[in-house]
RNA sequence: GGCGACGUAGCCAAGUGGUAAGGCAGGGGUCUGCAAAACCCCCAUCACCGGUUCGAAUCCGGUCGUCGCCUCCA
């Protein structure tokens, strides 16, 4: 039975999807610069998530949007001189490259909220018409502003386990704004001068962060969904508010059956965010140690807990990588190794199935490469096994039997590799030993063996 | 102030009642012309204090420390 941590009761539920097709949404990225490697570990996960539970037989329908409006785009691109639609076509295409890179499987639907506006303002009439929303007029704006109304909706902040009067605490009004109540938050904004607009029945403006989820996820996957992730920094407000409507919208409960969230990375002791500067972006963390590397690095810890970055933790993980590939690459000897398969993949899907532990996941991993390596020394056949290793690296989303990249020098490698063979068979030590210094020289590794010379890329 | 998470070997990180997975790094061997890879062996009593229990890293209480959310954030 697989189990995941709801981030609603905080309790580890059995997963019981309500239809044949299970449907997840995943807060996507805003796309006004690169993204970093905190982003990279939230889109693995979701990753894993989808692939796991496609191996297990499932059909995922998986939605991600893009917020291609909001302030830091419009502050960006003005500051670039360039439109909206042009800073956000160059930052999703950098996105799509990176998930491309690190082998995230795309989503089946990719909203925009700029091409959801009409969905998103049926919804916010209907909110005004039940009673949950309401119309406010705006000094900043000759538009009027449209706001939630918190206190219409008694079980607000249970997803965030807040009361609402522990939110006042912390709830601000700019100036400008007229909200019932500091707590409620903008469902459409009025336009201000300069910003790129919608008509609308309160005048020009754009919607509010929340509601393009709450519009996005009921058009493509219905008022009821299996799954929704995010990054934990999502749960409130982000989260708290997307049930907030779609609940009081649809008036069917809950919105979503299970909420998963992944923790955040850490620099050192901080949280790696935009806003701090010390990020590493995930062009750069591939740059370093390759696709499988850095997935490797995110999987080694646990999704709800925090992930230390380190340079260490990373060519650590580069590291285990080469190692998986080792054993899964190795010339196979057709045949079973008396290798008990069964077993590996018992252990992988009890590790799996619970909250999805793929540290321990990748412990089997290892265990396997260990005994492929143990019967390839021994001279037994050893495919059956490697195959496994594929499989459940699949599962991860782990390319480990194909180099990442082609190499274009590789021909050339090869003749060196031959060259140096026959010195070698001529005793030519010290010339062979050059050759092999040079090529280490230029990334490539030389590994001799009994059954001849293999090479790789560092 | 409110809510929450965490503190396991040099580094990262599983394990939530029966005497500590895995990876990286390190040390010692085997193999090798040498090296690399691989294999074998070694390397922690779980922040601290007290309690519950036959038995606790794991439950309870306290102390110290770290971090996150409450404002844009994966």
Redesign the pocket.
């Known amino acids: 039975m697989i189990r995941f941590t709801n981030t609603l009761t905080?309790t580890l539920d059995p997963f019981q999807p309500a239809g044949d097709v299970v449907t997840m949404y995943v807060?996507?990225?805003?796309p006004y610069d690169e993204?970093?490697?905190?982003?990279a570990?939230?889109?693995v996960v979701f990753d894993v998530v989808k692939r796991y539970l496609t191996w297990r037989g499932y059909h995922v329908k998986h939605v991600q949007n893009f917020?291609d409006i909001?302030?830091?785009i419009i502050e960006r691109a003005n500051r670039l001189n360039i439109t909206t639609d042009e800073l956000v076509a160059r930052y999703i295409a950098a996105y799509t490259d990176d998930m491309r890179d690190l082998n995230v499987l795309p989503a089946d639907v990719y909203p925009r909220a700029t091409r959801e506006v009409p969905e998103m303002i049926e919804m916010i009439e209907g909110l005004i018409k039940n009673g949950f929303a309401y119309e406010a007029a705006s000094e900043l704006s000759e538009s009027s502003d449209v706001y939630y109304r918190v206190s219409a909706k008694k079980d607000y902040g249970a997803l965030?386990?807040?009361?609402q009067d522990?939110?006042l605490?912390?709830?601000?009004v700019e100036p400008g704004e007229h909200k019932e109540h500091p707590?409620d938050?903008a469902l459409w904004k009025g336009a201000k001068a300069g910003e790129p607009s919608w008509d609308s029945p309160w005048g020009k403006g754009r919607p509010g962060?929340h509601i393009e989820c709450s519009a996005m996820s009921l058009k493509y996957l219905g008022a009821q969904i299996d799954i929704h992730?995010?990054?934990?920094?999502?749960?409130?407000?982000?989260h708290e508010n997307e049930i907030a409507q779609t609940e009081a919208y649809t008036g069917q409960q809950p919105f979503v059956r299970l909420w998963l969230?992944?923790?955040?990375?850490?620099m050192g002791?901080?949280?790696?965010?935009?806003?701090?500067g010390n990020?590493i972006t995930i062009r750069d963390g591939l740059k370093k140690v390759g696709g499988d590397g850095l997935r490797?690095?995110i999987l080694?810890?646990?999704?709800?807990?925090?992930?230390?970055f380190?340079e260490?933790?990373l060519?650590?993980?580069k590291?285990?990588v080469?190692?998986l590939r080792?054993?899964a690459r190795?010339g196979g000897d057709a045949g079973d190794a008396g290798v008990d398969l069964a077993a590996y993949r018992e252990r992988f899907t009890a590790?799996m199935d619970?909250?999805l532990?793929t540290?321990?996941a990748?412990?089997v991993?290892?265990?396997l490469?260990?005994?492929?390596?143990?019967a390839?020394?021994e001279g037994r056949g050893m495919a059956q096994a490697q195959g496994l290793l594929l499989e459940l690296g699949e599962v991860l989303g782990l390319r480990l039997e194909q180099p990442e990249q082609s190499i274009e020098a590789a021909p050339f490698i090869d003749l060196l590799v031959q060259v140096?063979d026959e010195l070698?068979a001529a005793?030519q030590?010290?010339l062979?030993?050059r050759v092999?210094d040079s090529l280490a020289a230029l990334d490539v590794?030389?590994?001799?063996?009994?059954s001849g010379?293999t090479w790789k890329p560092a």
């Open positions: 905080r807060c996507g990225i805003t993204s970093h490697i905190g982003h570990m939230s889109y917020t909001d302030d830091r965030s386990h807040r009361t522990s939110l605490a912390g709830a601000r707590a938050f962060w992730g995010g990054g934990e920094d999502l749960v409130f407000p982000h969230h992944n923790a955040w990375v850490k002791e901080e949280k790696m965010s935009k806003s701090l990020f490797l690095w080694t810890s646990h999704y709800r807990k925090p992930l230390t380190t260490e933790t060519d650590a993980a590291a285990g080469a190692r080792t054993a190795a590790a619970d909250d532990n540290p321990q990748l412990a991993l290892f265990d490469a260990k005994e492929i390596n143990r390839r020394d140096r070698r005793k030590w010290q062979a030993d092999r590794v030389l590994e001799d063996s009994a010379t």
